[in-house]
Nanobody
């Protein structure tokens, strides 16, 4: 399984970005896929996750109402639409996939089996 994240960049506070994670190497019918982020000097933190099979989603509280996770089954691609970005959202964003279809545990990085490289998001104030 390979995951390729893209779409990061520099944006002003209040702006928007859409991250993409292209997945390849197998079918992902029962997987859960997620987004994590890591700012300098901080631990990697959970952002959002989505069930590949039914599209159920799970967000960390700090992004509720601002970020939307989605997937395109035909394209094997996951997205993270980020609106109303704040300086505290600045980080390297990583996409990840886990074979266990249970969405409830998706906020822990340790349960993920595959990781993509990061994409940098910078938010200027």
């Amino acid at each position: 399984v390979q995951l390729q994240a893209s779409g990061g960049g520099l944006v002003q506070t209040g702006g928007s970005l859409r991250l993409s994670c292209a997945a390849s190497g197998r079918t992902f019918g029962s997987y859960v896929m997620g987004w994590f982020r890591q700012a300098p000097g901080k631990e990697r933190e959970f952002v959002a996750a989505i069930s590949w099979s039914d599209g159920s989603t799970y967000y960390t509280d700090s992004v509720l109402g601002r970020f939307t996770i989605s997937r395109d089954n035909a394209e094997n691609t996951m997205y993270l639409q980020m609106n109303n970005l704040k300086p505290e959202d600045a980080a390297v964003y990583y996409c990840a996939a886990k074979r266990n279809p249970y969405l409830g545990s998706s906020n822990s990085a340790s349960v993920y089996d595959y990781w993509g490289q990061g994409t940098q998001v910078t938010v200027s104030s």
